[in-house]
């Protein structure tokens, strides 16, 4: 079982480029494919961005993508979310997810198996 502790979040400036972190912890961090989930008040929660076990390949949603880059440390057992040129509609409590063996292709919040308590992002315009 893995345990998965996010932080970065707060409030921040429309355009701001703050990074996300979720610590893994309770298993071998390597093994698992990670995913980046948001949910903003009254919305469901959509996906964000995801990346392999192997760090090899990544796959963003259409409404961050070339703003928002997924990356991994295995030797610190932390996955980050780098988010740039935020926007009002960012705002959200942002999610990191796990699941073993995962790829990159994983955009549904069933796939994942673990999952964070969240971090809060509110963007101010």
């Known amino acids: 079982q893995v345990q998965l502790v996010e932080s970065g979040g707060g409030l921040v400036q429309s355009g701001g480029s703050p990074r996300l972190s979720c610590a893994a912890s309770?298993?071998?961090?390597?093994?698992?494919?990670m995913g980046w989930f948001r949910q903003a008040p009254g919305k469901e929660r959509e996906f964000v961005a995801a990346i392999s076990w192997s760090g090899g390949s990544t796959f963003y949603a259409d409404a961050v993508k070339g703003r928002f880059t997924i990356s991994r440390d295995n030797a610190k057992n932390t996955v980050y979310l780098q988010m740039n040129s935020l926007k009002p509609e960012d705002t959200a409590v942002y999610y990191c997810a796990a699941d073993l063996f995962g790829n990159s292709r994983m955009r549904f919040s069933s796939e994942y198996n673990y999952w964070g308590q969240g971090t809060q992002v509110t963007v101010s315009s």
């Open positions: 309770g298993g071998i961090f390597s093994r698992y494919g």
